[in-house]
C-alpha cells in the first residue's frame, strides 16, 4: 500500500459574502493500494507529483507523494476510480468539518482491510477467520505446548506458504486438518469447506523450488 496526505477542508461563508469557499480543517494519511496488490498483474508506467498549481511533474516510485500513472486510458479509469473510493471511505469516516476521525473509525491501511468492508468479500474473510480460530482451540486439545499450538496456527493460516513446508511438516498439517474436520457439525463442514480443501490441496503438491 502506497500513502498520501489528503488535505481536508470545509466550506464557510465568511461575513459580508455570499459564496461559500473551502477553508483547510487539516490533514490525514490515506492509503491506496496499486493494482497489482488488488489482483490485477499491471505495473505503472511512470509516476508523477503535483506542483502547486496541480500540474503534474514527473517522479519515480521511490518518492512518497508521487502517484502511479497506468500506459492504458482504461487502467487509469480503473485506478482513478478505486483511489477516488478510498478517499470517499476517508472522508465519511471524519467528524464534519474537520479532520479528526469519528470515534471507533479508522483509515485502511491493508487490502485485507478493504476487502473486509466489501459485502461478497467480507463474508468470506470472517468465515476465514473464523475456521482459524476454530483449528487453534482444536490445536488446544490435543495436549500440546502452546509454542506447538501458536507455532501450527501460525503455520496453517498462512495457506499460500503451505507449499514450501517440508514433506513431513505438510503431512502433519494435512492430518490435523482431517483430525479437526471430524469434530466439526455437518454445517461448519459446509462453510468451512472451501478453506480445508485450500490447505489440502497446498499440502498435497510439490515443493515449488524444488529443482
Not at 489528503?6 to 473551502?22: D, F, H, N, P, S
Request: charged letters at 25%; hydrophobic letters at 40%.
Amino acid at each position: 500500500m502506497r500513502q498520501f496526505t489528503m488535505q481536508v477542508t470545509k466550506l464557510e461563508t465568511a461575513a459580508g459574502e455570499t459564496k461559500a469557499r473551502a477553508v483547510p480543517v487539516g490533514s490525514v494519511v490515506v492509503y491506496y493500494p496499486l493494482l497489482s496488490e488488488m489482483g490485477l498483474p499491471i505495473d505503472p508506467s511512470s509516476y508523477v507529483t503535483y506542483d502547486k498549481d496541480g500540474k503534474e511533474v514527473a517522479s519515480t516510485a521511490e518518492d512518497a507523494a508521487a502517484f502511479p500513472v497506468y500506459a492504458s486510458d482504461a487502467v487509469q479509469m480503473v485506478f482513478d476510480s478505486l483511489l477516488a473510493q478510498v478517499k470517499a471511505t476517508a472522508r465519511n469516516r471524519l467528524q464534519t468539518g474537520t479532520a479528526t476521525l469519528k470515534d471507533g473509525a479508522r483509515i485502511n491501511s491493508t487490502v485485507e482491510e478493504m476487502l473486509e468492508e466489501t459485502p461478497r468479500n467480507g463474508e468470506a474473510l470472517k468465515e476465514r477467520r473464523e475456521y482459524f480460530a476454530s483449528f487453534k482451540t482444536f490445536l488446544g486439545t490435543l495436549g500440546k505446548s502452546a509454542a506447538y499450538v501458536q507455532g501450527m496456527a501460525d503455520i496453517v493460516s498462512n495457506v499460500k506458504g503451505l507449499p514450501y513446508q517440508s514433506e513431513g511438516r505438510k503431512t502433519a498439517v494435512k492430518g490435523l486438518i482431517a483430525q479437526h474436520a471430524a469434530t466439526l457439525n455437518a454445517e461448519q463442514v459446509a462453510k468451512w469447506a472451501k478453506v480445508m480443501t485450500q490447505i489440502d490441496e497446498n499440502c498435497s503438491g510439490a515443493d515449488p523450488l524444488a529443482e
